[in-house]
């Protein structure tokens, strides 16, 4: 038995493209501890903790499994770290771990019997930690067990901290983002000119997945909706057969080097918009355009998510979240979600390098449904959009951009 993907022959001159991309160097990493290590000291908190999560890929080379032991790594204001480990993994975590010839690893190790917090506890003390940091992505049973070790008010949380740390994107990771967003609309166009009446959305969405495999992206994903499983934000397919004249709504994306695309596409297949859909359409782009306009350092990330908003209930689809049912967007790096957010109770001022998704939908069940999504990044003066819009409802072709 074999879980291979399906491959259709449709995509066979597609060529992967990860080569011509080069991934995030460790350099780069070393100097993210340092800035990690500068924040920590700007907080007045002494080291941050974090588990196997994507701030420790953000962090480090390593990959690490999460079990119920803890497995983590410290890092410190005065730019020093350690890891916490149990004693058995000794061998492979020091195999494992990249460091300069003739530099030895920090290790804090810890047996069965004794559990991970009292080691952990005693080696922040004797570092002089007072408070610590723990990464949002890290597990209750951590946060539980060193407080109750070390008492609850010295365990912070490390949430802000992260937010800043990997918010604004630095020039290798922006060409990765770029690059993967351009990929995935890339292959959207592709496989929607392999598309054919009587395809279900299943083999849709393998397709999708074909073709941004062969291109070169991994961890791939796509939702294919057809008809009035578009009326629903996070709809389910179920089957259904593609027919000319159906609204077909794609949401996708992948990972080039660790970095995530995310991109929707809604149109008509083989005919053309009309009516409510066409409008909803269009009130859609008009919104996403309005947010766009709208972006620039220094303006809260809340007052995005309300200019499109605004957008969607002027053009007749209902105030609030009455048509637009969620978020304008998301944050977006090593993880497709990552804070911060364009939602209306966020007050992140934006600042040149934030990337995000700008994704403004109208879900009228019995009626129509249609999300467009672009991700984009704040400049100095405004934003630009990773690769090109959407030119119409009759195709996710992109139109350039001026």
């Known amino acids: 038995m074999t879980n291979e993907p399906t491959r259709f022959s449709d995509f066979d001159l597609l060529t992967d493209r990860r080569g011509d991309f080069a991934p995030i160097s460790a350099d780069e990493k070393r100097t993210r501890v340092a800035r990690l290590a500068a924040l920590l000291a700007e907080d007045g908190v002494d080291a941050f903790l974090v588990e196997p999560t994507a701030t420790m890929r953000y962090l480090t080379d390593l990959t690490w499994g999460m079990s119920e032991r803890l497995f983590a790594l410290v890092v ?109 609309k890339s292959a959207i166009e592709t496989v929607a000119d392999s598309l054919r009446p ?19 992206l991994t961890g791939t994903w796509v939702l294919p909706l057809i008809g009035d499983a578009a009326a629903y934000p996070h709809g389910s397919p179920n089957g259904t057969a593609l027919a ?32 409510e859909f066409l409008d909803g359409w269009n009130a859609c782009r008009d919104a996403q355009r309005r947010a766009f306009d709208a972006i620039r350092p220094g303006v809260p990330c809340g007052d995005i998510d309300r200019a499109a908003r605004a957008a ?53 069940p019995g009626r129509f449904g249609v999300r467009v999504e672009d991700i984009v990044v704040v400049t100095a003066s405004g934003a630009d959009v990773f690769g090109r819009w959407q030119e119409s409802p009759n195709s996710p072709a992109s139109l350039a951009t001026a």
Do not use: C
């Not at 009587?198 to 070169?216: K, P, V, Y």
């Open 76 to 184: 410190l204001a005065d730019g020093s770290s350690f890891w916490i480990a149990p004693s058995f993994e000794e061998t492979s975590l020091r195999a494992r771990l990249a460091r300069p010839a003739g530099e030895e690893p920090d290790l804090v190790l810890w047996e069965e019997h004794e559990y991970a917090w009292r080691p952990l506890a005693a080696a922040l003390e004797a570092r002089g930690v007072t408070r610590i940091a723990i990464d949002p992505r890290a597990r209750a049973f951590v946060v539980h067990g060193l407080a109750a070790e070390l008492g609850v008010e010295r365990v912070v949380a490390g949430q802000p901290i992260v937010r800043r740390l990997r918010g604004a994107k630095s020039d290798a990771e922006l060409a990765l983002l770029r690059a993967a967003n351009e990929i995935t």
């Open 198 to 216: 009587g395809m279900t959305d299943h083999e849709i969405g393998a397709r999708m997945h074909d073709a941004q495999s062969r291109l070169g």
């Open 244 to 275: 000319n004249g159906d609204v077909l709504l794609i949401d996708t994306g992948g990972a080039l080097h660790g970095y995530q695309s995310d991109i929707t596409r809604t149109w008509v297949f083989g005919g053309r918009a009309g009516g």
């Open 312 to 364: 969607i209930g002027d053009a007749g689809f209902g105030a609030g979240y009455e048509g637009f049912a969620h978020r304008l967007g998301h944050g977006i790096g090593t993880e497709g979600h990552e804070e911060p957010n364009f939602d209306g109770g966020a007050d992140t001022p934006l600042a040149p390098g934030m990337t995000f998704s700008n994704e403004p939908g109208i879900y009228l």
